[in-house]
Structures are given as C-alpha cells and as structure tokens.
C-alpha cells in the first residue's frame, strides 16, 4: 500500500522496479497498491509508468 507516500526519489523508485520485476521472474505475485499523487507523479517524471503500471494500481476494494 502506497497510499501514504509524500516522497520518493529515483532511486526508491529504482530499487521497488528491480524487486518488482525479480519477484515476476520467480513467479511471485507482487504488486503496488493505492499509490499515491506524489508516487504516481514519480513515476510519470521518471517515466516508469509502464514499467511499474501493471503492479501500481488503485485497489480502492483493499483498505488495509
């Protein structure tokens, strides 16, 4: 849950995008939810969006 991100630099951004990817190639489900205005802008400046698209998502089913 992303929800309460107010900052992230490039390289938090970095290190979540090579944990998020080696977790795929194992197979493993991982994901980033709820991201918040300040880590979906993050994204965009550094224009990863795509990268992280299909694990950030607005799970607004989820609150916890």
């Not at 998020?20 to 489900?29: K, L, N, P, Q």
């Not at 994901?31 to 965009?44: C, D, G, I, Q």
């Amino acid at each position: 849950d992303a929800s309460s991100v107010e900052r992230v630099d490039a390289c938090g951004v970095q290190l979540l995008l090579a944990f998020v990817r080696a977790r795929r190639e194992y197979g493993s489900a991982c994901s980033v939810t709820r991201p918040s205005a300040a880590f979906e802008r993050a994204l965009a400046t550094l224009g990863l969006q795509s990268q992280l698209g299909a694990a950030a998502s607005h799970d607004s089913s989820n609150p916890s």
